[in-house]
């Protein structure tokens, strides 16, 4: 038997009595999730909350939500990036967090309304995280940031795109990361991992769920080994940012994660790793359900960007 936080337990008992997404066109699934009734939930308390539009290249524009704590700035930055597998959610999706995030870290976050597949596959959403970071990174001074002590992060495909974009940080010469959260993170989609059968059905996001955002998310078979898609598969992995890696134990994804972690350690990377003991996939931006959980864990995130803090101000 899987060991189950309670409230876990409830999730999963309410969640079993939707439809199969994975038997579902993609927009039906977003019309479904838009028709949940709004759930009352206690914000964290920030100095404001600001909604922009900003260009991508090509014609195109996205959304990012910035959330400014309170206190003097320039603040250090955090690029947030949402989950729902490449194909929903939104910045609605991680509004909770994100504020949680911003009070209890100090930093700016910017969450990023990347583009989503299958309308466009990868690598749009991918460009779009990587447009997003530059944007953040060049506009710094002008949303009372400091550029010079950005970090990116997200949950599942949101941690799997954090992975990404710090390794096109390295690859491109810039923007500069100074430390990457990966929450529960995608880092490659052969979906044959001992954590994939063990909780293939039941624990919310199942193997053939993951199946469908992979299909939904890939242009072909070819790309599950592109690096972008699959950082596990990267063959040089050295002088990325330091890494805090959490996974939760029922979760399918949770095997690729440790994966990802020890390899990134292996090359020399800074890295800590937690497992969220008794948690399923999804629960970090679930505030209505899990609140003194993902406050745990944002309180570890919160110590990890401390010794960033402390690490960035050495170095001036």
Not at 277 to 305: C, D, W
């Amino acid at each position: 038997m899987a060991n189950l936080d309670p409230q876990a337990k409830l999730y999963l008992e309410i969640f079993s009595q939707m439809p199969a997404i994975h038997t579902m066109e993609p927009q039906a699934v977003r019309e479904l999730f838009s028709l949940a009734p709004p759930v009352e939930i206690e914000l964290a308390a920030i100095e404001k909350v600001e909604n922009r539009l900003i260009s991508v290249g090509q014609d195109a524009e996205i959304n990012v939500r910035i959330y400014t704590p309170e206190g003097q700035g320039p603040f250090p930055l955090f690029v947030y990036y949402h989950g729902g597998g490449w194909v929903i959610g939104d910045l609605e999706t991680s509004d909770a967090s994100c504020r949680m995030l911003a009070n209890r870290t100090g930093r700016i976050v910017v969450s990023v309304d990347y583009r989503l597949a299958p309308e466009y596959k990868f690598p749009v959403p991918v460009e779009d995280s990587y447009a997003a970071l530059k944007w953040v990174s060049e506009n710094a001074t002008a949303i009372n940031g400091n550029a010079s002590n950005l970090v990116v992060g997200g949950d599942s495909a949101g941690g799997n795109l954090s992975a990404v974009v710090s390794l096109l940080s390295k690859d491109r010469n810039g923007p500069a990361i100074t430390g990457q959260i990966l929450i529960y993170p995608v880092t490659a989609l052969s979906y044959d991992t001992k954590s994939y059968f063990e909780f293939q059905n039941g624990f919310g996001l199942d193997r053939d769920l993951m199946i469908w955002f992979g299909n939904n998310y890939l242009n072909n078979d070819e790309e599950t080994s592109n690096k972008y898609v699959a950082p596990l598969l990267a063959d040089d992995v050295s002088k990325l940012p330091p890494a805090l890696v959490i996974t939760a134990e029922n979760d399918v994804l949770r095997d690729e994660g440790m994966a990802y972690a020890e390899r990134l350690k292996e090359a020399g990377v800074k890295v800590e790793t937690i497992c969220e003991q008794g948690l399923i996939h999804g629960y970090f931006t679930n505030m209505a359900v899990f609140p003194e959980r993902i406050k745990g864990s944002i309180s570890r995130i919160a110590q990890f960007l401390r010794e960033i803090n402390q690490e960035v101000t050495s170095k001036f």
